[in-house]
């Protein structure tokens, strides 16, 4: 209802940025409004999924652990979700994206979740809001103007007394104004902060910020060649094309291609391949294979603009140079397919109104890719439209997989016995 369709509408035809405006984005279907509070109350207790149920909600092979809705979060809508384990304490959190902030919630304990708080927007509310970690400290973004970005020692999670607090941030990067998301590769100390303002330096496409030291952010340059880059991964290439072995390579997904690009030199980057497709609407957001042989790849649009079912597109990218198009896959429903991350032989999709789909990816060398597992935190309809799962995460040891729907906020499921 309130999410991302006016402003991509404007990106996609019109070449607009979003800094000018960080309202609530509205569906053209529904009203004009936001719905400012989650009538549901918070979920008590496990709900295993049975019969094809957990509670009200459909489901095939997860049950539902513990909920925090948006009411208990004073927030008016939901968007990017991220975890971090404690290993100090080994406790686990839920990093929660939310329109005016940041919530923390302790998930330790299997059915008693805890808001610990909130660290709020730096500069005003936004739809869009995206946070990542390195070491025990988070890096948020927002589509807010000016916002920069805010970095929150972590460990002070540790030490809440009388929670839910409002919580400050530690430092705040500023060489970057409003960014749609961060990425971080972790292996490098490296934040890659990407969507920036269209007219800045690097038009849109990505930052280099040396954040080795946290609390000593540095910008070191950027690379916009291939322009806006909407989201993207980097990772320390070790896959099947030995040129490029040891490389940092960066993989974006900029609205109308792929593009990889060689950044290990951070003052010199270099395009590596680019990479189109039929039928595309726009090229949002993928994940590597944990071999890094292949690539998977949402477009966001697809399904409205040429009347797809959910549709994945699997890149073979063994050689980086020459990457083709491996296969496809095709949901059951006409849900939009936006964020997925790989685990092992799983690959974990927000699928906004048809939420979380788990699907296995361990034949896809054969081009076999089948739907295992699902959670749907949208009940109401599986329809073609920006409502239900923003993102998820399923890196937690314990099992246990964060979802964050736009209109009803934090889910933690597990997968059934």
């Not at 509310?125 to 995206?130: A, E, I, L, N, V």
């Not at 902060?193 to 690097?202: E, I, M, Y």
């Not at 030995?242 to 109308?256: F, Q, T, V």
């Not at 032989?345 to 089948?370: K, M």
Request: glycine share 10%; aromatic share 12%; hydrophobic share 35%.
């Amino acid at each position: 209802m309130k999410q991302i369709c006016l402003l991509l509408l404007c990106y996609v035809f019109f070449g607009c940025s979003s800094s000018s405006d960080d309202s609530p984005m509205v569906n053209s279907s529904e009203p004009d409004t936001v719905n400012p509070v989650d009538p549901m109350e918070p979920q008590s207790g496990i709900i295993p999924c049975e019969n094809g149920m957990a509670g009200e909600f459909p489901c095939s092979g997860y049950d539902l652990l513990a909920r925090v809705t948006l009411t208990q979060l004073s927030a008016a809508s939901a968007n990017d979700i991220w975890g971090w384990t404690d290993t100090t304490t080994n406790n686990e959190y839920a990093l929660v994206g939310l329109n005016n902030g940041t919530a923390f919630v302790d998930i330790t304990d299997d059915e008693n979740p805890v808001y610990l708080g909130k660290l709020p927007s730096a500069s005003g509310p936004s739809p869009w809001r995206d946070v990542k970690i390195y070491q025990d400290y988070a890096f948020i973004v927002a589509e807010a103007p000016g916002h920069g970005m805010q970095i929150f020692d972590l460990t002070k999670l540790r030490n809440v007394t009388n929670p839910p607090e409002n919580f400050t941030a530690d430092q705040r990067y500023t060489g970057i104004g409003n960014a749609h998301n961060v990425v971080i590769n972790e292996s490098m100390g490296f934040a890659y902060p990407v969507g920036t303002a269209r007219n800045d330096a690097f038009n849109g496409g990505v930052h280099f910020v040396d954040i080795q030291d946290p609390m000593n952010p540095t910008g070191v340059g950027g690379y916009g060649v291939n322009g806006y880059s909407h989201d993207a991964q980097v990772v320390s290439y070790a896959g099947p094309d030995a040129d490029y072995s040891g490389r940092e390579i960066y993989i974006g997904s900029n609205e109308n291609q792929i593009a990889i690009v060689d950044i290990t030199d951070k003052t010199a980057p270099s395009e590596i391949s680019t990479i189109s497709y039929s039928q595309l609407g726009y090229t949002h957001q993928g994940w590597f294979t944990e071999d890094q042989r292949y690539f998977i790849l949402g477009d966001e649009l697809d399904e409205r603009d040429f009347g797809f079912r959910s549709r994945t597109l699997v890149f073979d990218l063994q050689d980086l140079d020459n990457p083709v198009l491996h296969t496809t896959y095709t949901g059951p429903t006409p849900a939009i397919d936006h964020n997925g991350y790989v685990l092992g032989d799983e690959f974990f999709l927000a699928n906004y109104t048809a939420g979380l789909r788990v699907l296995d990816i361990s034949q896809i060398g054969s081009e076999v890719i089948t739907e295992k597992a699902f959670f749907d935190t949208f009940p109401s309809n599986d329809a073609t439209s920006f409502d239900g799962v923003w993102s998820v995460y399923p890196y937690f040891e314990s099992g246990k997989i964060l979802i964050n729907d736009i209109d009803s906020g934090l889910f933690i499921v597990r997968k059934s016995n």
